[in-house]
């Protein structure tokens, strides 16, 4: 029990940061040819990033950028909510608020990445042939399936 505790709380952290490195990094569509490296904020080629961003400006970006944002804040709630739980909770309960959270997280990530691969991830190839996705597109997708799990395995789980 404690083991598995001990893990889901290792794998929520590594949520956590997972989040925070796909939201920040610019690598969601990545171009061999011109070394082209697009994320949610900005154009870069090699180390310059200072590249105008195409679609910067469309509301489907800023989507994303904000239910981006908002995972890694529930995903962080979440967090708090269980260690705090996992000492003031009486013993015999199930970690309902943590999980909860989590899967609030869960719903965010899901449309964020959904917006992304149908409004810009699918269309990229028509913009550059050689290109593929990023890491930070890799992450997100990684993290949709974690908080899933996370979030249920909360509801799941007693207190022992
Ligand atoms: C990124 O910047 C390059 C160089 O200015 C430009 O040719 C390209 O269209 C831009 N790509 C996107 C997706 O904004």
Redesign the pocket.
């Given at each position: 029990m404690l083991v598995l505790l001990a893990s889901i709380f290792v794998v929520h952290i590594a949520t956590v940061i997972m989040l925070f490195v796909s939201t920040i990094a610019n690598a969601w569509?990545v171009s061999d040819v011109?070394n082209?490296s697009?994320g949610l904020w900005k154009?870069c080629?090699s180390a310059d990033c200072s590249?105008?961003?195409?679609?910067?400006s469309e509301d489907a970006l800023k989507a994303v950028q904000a239910f981006m944002i908002l995972s890694i804040i529930f995903s962080v709630i979440s967090l708090v909510v269980f260690v705090f739980q996992l000492f003031t909770m009486e013993k015999g309960n199930r970690f309902f608020l943590s999980g909860a959270t989590m899967l609030v997280c869960w719903l965010c990530i899901l449309v964020g990445a959904s917006i992304y691969t149908h409004h810009y991830a699918n269309n990229f190839k028509d913009?550059y042939p050689e290109s593929h996705h990023g890491y930070s597109f890799i992450l997100t997708w990684i993290c949709f399936c974690f908080s899933f799990i996370i979030g249920i395995l909360y509801l799941v789980l007693r207190k022992k």
């Amino acid at each position: 029990m404690l083991v598995l505790l001990a893990s889901i709380f290792v794998v929520h952290i590594a949520t956590v940061i997972m989040l925070f490195v796909s939201t920040i990094a610019n690598a969601w569509m990545v171009s061999d040819v011109g070394n082209i490296s697009v994320g949610l904020w900005k154009n870069c080629t090699s180390a310059d990033c200072s590249h105008n961003l195409l679609y910067g400006s469309e509301d489907a970006l800023k989507a994303v950028q904000a239910f981006m944002i908002l995972s890694i804040i529930f995903s962080v709630i979440s967090l708090v909510v269980f260690v705090f739980q996992l000492f003031t909770m009486e013993k015999g309960n199930r970690f309902f608020l943590s999980g909860a959270t989590m899967l609030v997280c869960w719903l965010c990530i899901l449309v964020g990445a959904s917006i992304y691969t149908h409004h810009y991830a699918n269309n990229f190839k028509d913009w550059y042939p050689e290109s593929h996705h990023g890491y930070s597109f890799i992450l997100t997708w990684i993290c949709f399936c974690f908080s899933f799990i996370i979030g249920i395995l909360y509801l799941v789980l007693r207190k022992k």
